[in-house]
């Protein structure tokens, strides 16, 4: 059933990163923030203006116990994505949880299955999808323009994009991976989806660990984690994709982001043409004989953030954009890269 008229109660666990999710709850008139956690009580003082009136506290547990909140997003090291999520959903709330969805693929599924089991809805924050290039990309594919998309590539790639050494996301335990997990997820579920959502059956590459790792040894600090992974999938339908994400790569631009999906009728392209994140969408196909490419110009203007469009699926009760299904094909992709890595041939997942 549809939630009625009144406001969604939020709440948001772990106020570093979490910040973004406070201030796009404050910008969405059909939320109201009831709860904020973090263990640094000083994390408060970043988001007081976006949620004056939401109670602090330092014990998640507590704070769903105390509020109660419809909707609870998640803002965690990695390692507690799972557990959190689980516990929130365990205690009445629904979740949209950070990417990745988990640290492995058997923990996304135990928060798909606890979701279905409970009935509560359970979001990943796959955020690129709210954009306007990649929804204009996506209206074209749905509508046939690819044809039957067999093969894509997707990359992105930093000239030097490290996070800090010593800290929990360069160490395997706790992040679960490198940049694969941190930049590879955006762009490589971008691929999927505009390929249709195939589902992965092996993965083959190599995960390279050349200039972090020795930086990180001379500061004598923790990180093990790698610099720099490629990858290639088989799926279901047949469809192909190849990848490549890096922290620290040699090359002209600071950030280098590109997607190509290729299908029987044409192609599509999501990219940076310049250094930061601004982003075109564009397509290539054949028209009498000619190749024809150019850049999609018309998007549906106004998008809802992730964290409104979350408020709006539990008020008109309808799914979430990306589904646990969606975050569980991922985190194969991922754990079968790092086995395929290890072993040093491809893998079923």
């Not at 904020?36 to 939401?54: G, I, Y």
């Not at 930049?183 to 959502?197: E, T």
């Not at 004598?220 to 279901?236: I, M, N, Q, S, Y």
């Amino acid at each position: 059933m549809a939630k009625s008229s009144s406001k969604v109660r939020c709440a948001v666990i772990g106020l570093g990163m979490g910040w973004h999710h406070c201030k796009a709850f404050s910008e969405c008139p059909e939320a109201e923030i009831v709860g904020l956690v973090d263990l640094n009580a000083d994390q408060h003082n970043k988001v007081k203006e976006f949620a004056p009136n939401a109670t602090f506290y330092t014990d998640y547990k507590e704070m769903l116990k105390q509020e109660k909140p419809d909707l609870v997003t998640i803002a965690l090291p990695n390692f507690l994505h799972a557990k959190v999520a689980i516990d929130a959903m365990k205690a009445g709330a629904n979740v949209l949880g950070e990417k990745p969805m988990a640290l492995n693929t058997k923990e996304a599924i135990k928060m798909r299955d606890t979701a279905e089991k409970l009935g509560k809805k359970l979001g990943i924050n796959l955020s690129y999808r709210f954009t306007p290039q990649a929804r204009a990309l996506k209206d074209m594919a749905d509508q046939g323009f690819l044809g039957d998309p067999y093969h894509a590539f997707s990359k992105w790639t930093r000239l030097d994009g490290f996070p800090r050494f010593g800290g929990w996301f360069g160490q395997h335990e706790f992040s679960g991976g490198g940049p694969l997990i941190d930049l590879g997820v955006h762009r490589i579920d971008l691929a999927l989806w505009l390929m249709g959502s195939p589902s992965p059956v092996t993965v083959s590459g190599m995960a390279h660990k050349q200039i972090g790792v020795p930086r990180a040894k001379k500061q004598k600090l923790k990180f093990d984690v790698e610099d720099f992974a490629t990858g290639f999938v088989r799926f279901d339908n047949g469809a192909s994709l190849v990848f490549e994400i890096s922290w620290g790569n040699f090359q002209q631009k600071q950030e280098d982001m590109y997607t190509k999906v290729t299908g029987t009728k044409g192609a599509l392209i999501h990219h940076n043409p310049g250094d930061g994140y601004d982003f075109n969408a564009e397509y290539v196909t054949e028209e009498a004989g000619h190749v024809v490419h150019g850049e999609i110009s018309q998007t549906r203007g106004a998008l809802r953030s992730s964290y409104a469009e979350m408020v709006h699926c539990i008020i008109d009760d309808r799914p979430f954009l990306a589904s646990p299904e969606d975050g569980i094909h991922i985190q194969q992709i991922l754990d079968g890269l790092y086995k395929s890595a290890k072993l040093g041939r491809e893998v079923k997942v």
